[in-house]
Nanobody, 119 residues
């Protein structure tokens, strides 16, 4: 199983970016698909999460600005980021809990994509 993330880049404060992540490989079902971020010198934190049923959860710092959405048929998750701030600068990682058909769920990480917001 692989998670392939894309869509990072450089944007000015107030701008928007859209991240996408696609899961591929031997996938029976996917439980959660989430986005984390890690800024230099800081711990990796959860930014936005979504379950297979469509429930979503956001870090307080991004509520009202970021939107996570998921396509269960395509095994993809996107993160629409609006009104970006310099403090949103970080490497963003997609994360998924996946059942490969062997009766257990495993955690997978994408490779990370850099988001840089200039003041």
């Amino acid at each position: 199983v692989q998670l392939q993330a894309s869509g990072g880049g450089l944007v000015q404060a107030g701008g928007s970016l859209r991240l996408a992540c696609a899961a591929s490989g031997s996938i029976f079902s996917i439980n959660s698909m989430d986005w984390y971020r890690q800024a230099p010198g800081k711990q990796r934190i959860l930014v936005a999460a979504t379950t297979s049923g469509g429930s979503t959860n956001y870090a307080d710092s991004v509520k009202g600005r970021f939107t996570i959405s998921r396509d269960n048929a395509k095994n993809t998750v996107t993160l629409q980021m609006n009104s970006l701030k310099p403090e949103d600068t970080a490497v963003y990682y997609c994360n998924a809990i996946i059942n490969t058909g062997r009766g257990a769920f495993y955690e997978y990480w994408g490779q990370g994509t850099q988001v840089t917001v200039s003041a």
